[in-house]
Each structure stands twice: as C-alpha cells, then as structure tokens.
C-alpha cells in the first residue's frame, strides 16, 4: 500500500505531542505507541504496526526510572520499602489514571468492536498506552527525555502514596488503641455520598461503642476512612492529654 493510501494521522496525534512539550522527530513512532492491535483488524496496511512491542520497552524504562528516581530522594530507605513504592508507582491502575489525565484514551486507534466494548476506559489499554508513548519516547529522543517527562508523574504518586500510607498507619493505630483500651475495634459506617455519579464524595463515621469518634470524606470510601481515624486519634491523643493533666491536679490536691 503507498503512502497515499495508508490511514492518515489523525490531527489530535499531531497535536497531542505539543500538549506535553514533547516534539517527536518521527511522527509515526507516536502514532505506533497509540495503535491498539484490534485496529489491525480493521486496517490491513502492512506497514501499521500495533504498540505491543513499544509497551515492552517503555515498561522496562518506566521500571528502571522509578527504581533510579526513588534510589536518588530516599537515601536512607531500605530495598523492600523502595521495592513497594516502585510497584506503586508503576502498577497498571497508577499508569492508567496518568493517561486518563494526559487524555491518552481519546488518541488511541483501535477497533470499533473494542471502541464500543469501552476499550477508551479500560485500564489495561490505558496503561499499555502511556508506556508504549514513553517506549516511543525513548527511542525518539533518548532516555533523558524520558526522564523530564515521568518525574513530574513520579512526584505526585510518591505524594499520593505517603499521604494514604500516613492514614493508613492511623488506622491500624486506631485499632490497636480501641482493641487495648477498649476492648473492641472501630466500627467503620457511610454517613453520605454526594456530589456527581462520576465523581462522588464520600463521608465515612468512625465508632466506638455508641460514640462517634470522627469523620472523614473523600473519593473513595477508603480514603473517607482513613480520614476519619485520623480525626478519631486526634480525639484519643487529646482526652489522653486531658486526663493525665487531671490526675496530675489530682494527685497535686492530696499531696
């Protein structure tokens, strides 16, 4: 098939590129990393070829750049912690939520049984997306390119992660309080969902017995809940403050 005839580039993939900051020297590199392979089915070009095999090595770049990133500003953590943050940061879900933000899914060329079977949304195509744009990258412009364009992405995951890490240690400490002291665990309850279908807010109780101890809200009922045993430990912490300064005032009285 001539040039003439082959499926032209869409004009969002000419201006996709720009969007980022990023100028690919061959064009058809970035249009490669964006072709699903259910497109083949439908386009019979010989010359069109589908992302797999950039996915493959923009998988192993985005590998060793989170490995490289997380060595370099966390000097003093051990492999295992750096392990578990590096899988963190390049899981499927993370990826995904990237190229939804990057509006990868708009760009992708796929097929239209895999269009209508929500192929746009789907997690795995998303995240084979972003690396096969960065597996392009990489053989485009090198890996220093690379590097500039996921280390903004790297800083906000990182972010993410140990501000959900932080709740999550108050939650466990919550429960370890309530089990110690009160001999029971927290009870965790849905108070209210609000705002849109796509994008609901969710505000989770926390309870002690019959008594509220906190509430949190947030995307997910998860992050609500961990926001609410934050609170929750405030609250601990503070009456544990104000009765040793009683028994102080106490024992001061009889002395």
């Not at 985005?62 to 500003?73: P, V």
């Not at 990237?98 to 998303?126: D, F, P, S, V, Y």
């Not at 009160?182 to 989770?204: C, D, L, M, N």
């Not at 009456?239 to 009683?246: C, G, I, K, V």
Request: aromatic residues 6%.
């Amino acid at each position: 098939m001539n040039a003439a005839m082959r499926p032209k580039i869409p004009a969002d993939l000419h201006r996709f590129p720009a969007l980022l900051g990023l100028d690919f020297r061959d064009a058809r590199l970035f249009q490669q990393a964006l072709v699903h392979r259910s497109y083949l089915n439908e386009h019979t070009d010989p010359d069109l070829i589908d992302n797999q095999r950039l996915e493959f090595l923009g998988d192993a770049v985005i590998h060793f750049l989170a490995a490289e990133w997380l060595f370099a500003r966390l000097p003093t953590e051990r492999e295992g912690v750096l392990t578990r943050f590096r899988a963190g940061m390049v899981k499927n879900e993370q990826l995904a939520a990237h190229a939804r933000t990057l509006q990868i899914g708009e760009m992708l060329l796929m097929g239209k049984g895999e269009e209508e079977g929500g192929g746009r949304t789907r997690t795995r195509n998303l995240s084979a997306a972003l690396e096969a744009v960065l597996g392009a990258l990489y053989l485009d412009q090198g890996i220093e390119a690379v590097r500039d364009f996921v280390e903004p992405l790297f800083t906000s995951t990182l972010t993410q992660m140990l501000r959900e890490q932080s709740d999550k240690d108050a939650k466990s400490r919550l429960q370890e309080w309530c089990q110690a002291v009160k001999g029971i665990t927290p009870i965790y309850r849905e108070a209210s969902v609000t705002g849109p279908e796509h994008a609901p807010q969710f505000t989770i109780e926390v309870w002690i017995g019959d008594e509220l101890y906190g509430s949190g809200t947030g995307r997910s009922k998860q992050g609500a809940a961990q926001i609410a045993a934050a609170q929750a430990l405030k609250r601990v912490e503070k009456q544990s403050a104000e009765s040793d300064h009683l028994h102080e005032q106490t024992q001061g009285g009889t002395s």
